[in-house]
């Protein structure tokens, strides 16, 4: 089991060194580190606050990135914990692949009609309703 879980990290360690590097971006900002199961955790700081701001397109709560998630704030992540943590076990499954995946179903999506992000496998995935039919009007 143990060589299973480190496979896991292995395959996704790209992006977790991207989001360790994003994560130390935040500290350096004001921000705080914190590792939960497995996981770094990073929010607040002059970035969570800048985060905040981003246009509609842009805007997120909190991102996953590896093995890594930033957040606005910490009470935000442990909001959308259990959310993230799908997105990380995707990143453990496709590894290099997901991110290109991931664009790749937002695009099918939208030339469906569609949103691409809510309607995304990824993140349909990630909500827990994968049966549901993308609904283009919601």
């Not at 143990?2 to 989001?19: D, E, F, H, N, T």
């Not at 992540?77 to 943590?85: C, G, N, P, Y």
């Amino acid at each position: 089991m143990k060589a299973v879980r480190a496979l896991a990290y292995a395959w996704a360690a790209p992006y977790s060194a991207v989001g360790a590097m994003l994560a130390l971006a935040v500290v350096l900002s004001g921000g705080r580190a914190r590792m939960h199961r497995g996981v770094l955790e990073c929010a607040g700081g002059a970035l969570g606050r800048a985060f905040s701001h981003l246009p509609a397109p842009l805007a997120f709560s909190a991102i996953t990135v590896g093995h890594v998630v930033l957040g606005l704030d910490h009470a935000t992540l442990a909001a959308v914990r259990e959310h993230e943590r799908v997105h990380v076990g995707q990143y453990e499954r496709w590894g290099p692949l997901f991110v290109p995946a991931y664009l790749v179903a937002g695009l099918i999506e939208l030339l469906r009609g569609r949103r691409a992000y809510r309607d995304n496998y990824f993140e349909r995935q990630a909500y827990g309703d994968t049966d549901r039919p993308a609904d283009p009007a919601a």
